[in-house]
């Protein structure tokens, strides 16, 4: 059956690939993200025409409200995907507070905005999925040079575990994925020249099949999607 997902960050890389493998199921997808462009060339891609794209900066409440409105359109939303970040690589005593603070809203408050303002539209058996990094799950090994994204994405993880047990009696279940490195600008950005096992086209498939299956089987989860070992 045909369902109703909204991907963030879905101008590029991980969520633009999500959002087409849904499209190319047959699910309409609500794709944001600040870049128009690149949201409409997503949305010409899959042709026909189950992406709807809303360009929306996560941290700004009027564009929220924007996505909101979007929604509001739908007969309700079966998924979340919470996909949009950004990252920041550099010396902990060189890093300003002002950058820590960046990464908080984009990463963490922007979930929080946007989750806020859907929950109303989101169906009893629906599903919202955060997706974290290694960077911020427990155990795992670290990388010095991400102490604001490490800590921001470790406070998704939180995040995520409280908001399942809330929505619980809403039969909304919320579940987070700690995913390893994949191939994408921010990869690049970050570690320029390394090379990921993973491509966004592989991740992309297995955050669509988990956004409409995962939540058969998993609630209140925090998963590692990663092929190194998080000792
Ligand atoms: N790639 C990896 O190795 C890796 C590893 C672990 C976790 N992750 C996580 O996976 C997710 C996707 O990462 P990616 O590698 O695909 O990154 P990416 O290629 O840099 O894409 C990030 C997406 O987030 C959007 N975004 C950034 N700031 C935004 C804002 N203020 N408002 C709305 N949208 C915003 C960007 O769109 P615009 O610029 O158009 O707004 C873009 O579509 C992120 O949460 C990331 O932390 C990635």
Do not use: W
Request: hydrophobic share 40%; net charge negative; proline share 3%.
């Amino acid at each position: 059956m045909s369902k109703t997902i909204l991907v963030t960050g879905a101008s590029r890389g991980i969520g633009y690939e999500t959002a087409l493998k849904l499209a190319s199921e047959n699910h309409t997808v609500i794709a944001t993200a600040r870049s128009q462009d690149k949201l409409q060339e997503l949305s010409n891609t899959a042709e026909n025409g189950k992406i709807i794209p809303v360009t929306a900066d996560l941290t700004k409440p009027e564009d929220i409200t924007k996505i909101a409105a979007a929604v509001e359109s739908t007969k309700g939303l079966d998924g979340l995907i919470n996909n949009a970040g950004a990252v920041h690589r550099q010396a902990f005593m060189d890093t300003d507070i002002e950058v820590f603070k960046k990464l908080m809203d984009v990463n963490v408050y922007g979930i929080v905005r946007l989750t806020q303002a859907l929950k109303p539209h989101l169906r009893k058996g629906s599903h919202i999925l955060n997706i974290s990094s290694m960077s911020g799950y427990q155990g795992s090994l670290k990388f010095g040079g991400l102490s604001a994204y490490g800590a921001a994405k470790a406070a998704v993880v939180g995040l995520s575990e409280v908001l399942s047990a809330e929505f619980a009696e809403d039969n909304i279940a919320v579940n987070c994925l700690c995913i390893g490195a994949v191939q994408t600008e921010m990869l690049e950005n970050a570690f320029p020249g390394f090379e990921a096992p993973v491509s966004p086209q592989q991740m992309g498939s297995y955050i669509a099949n988990f956004i409409l299956t995962g939540h058969q089987f998993y609630n209140g989860k925090v998963l590692p999607v990663a092929l190194n070992d998080p000792s």
